[in-house]
């Protein structure tokens, strides 16, 4: 990872693959490398902003991916791609705010929620 774009800057914080150990470290605990062919995933909905610069869209692509190519089961492995937007604070609060919609309206869909209940 950190040969890609902004990596470098999180070798102090994760650590650096050219080293053996660390690259040992860094495997065993890699989202993607964590994948399994064959599992019944629940659904996933990864997001990303296509301007992000510290957590690199290509990553969220290449993760998302991998995930539906190891899918086994019927849960949908999805991926929100924000445009023009970058890292969390970066983005406007309209995006934030639709982001969020969507992020909830996918968890509530997938627990089974069809409707809410009345206030009164």
Not at 72 to 80: E, H, K, N, Q, Y
Not at 92 to 120: C, N
């Amino acid at each position: 990872f950190h040969k890609f774009t902004i990596g470098s800057a999180w070798i102090y914080d994760y650590g650096c693959s050219d080293d053996p150990q660390q690259f040992k470290a860094l495997y065993a605990y890699s989202p993607v490398h964590n994948i399994k062919a064959g599992i019944s995933y629940p659904a996933i909905m990864v997001t990303t902003g296509d301007h992000d610069d510290r957590v690199v869209p290509g990553h969220s692509f290449k993760y998302a991916a991998a995930l539906q190519s190891a899918q086994a089961g019927s849960a949908p492995v999805l991926i929100r791609i924000e445009t023009n937007a970058g890292h969390g604070a970066g983005k406007p609060i309209g995006k934030v705010l639709q982001e969020q919609a969507d992020v909830w309206a996918f968890v509530m869909y997938h627990l089974g929620v069809r409707t809410l209940a009345s206030a009164t």
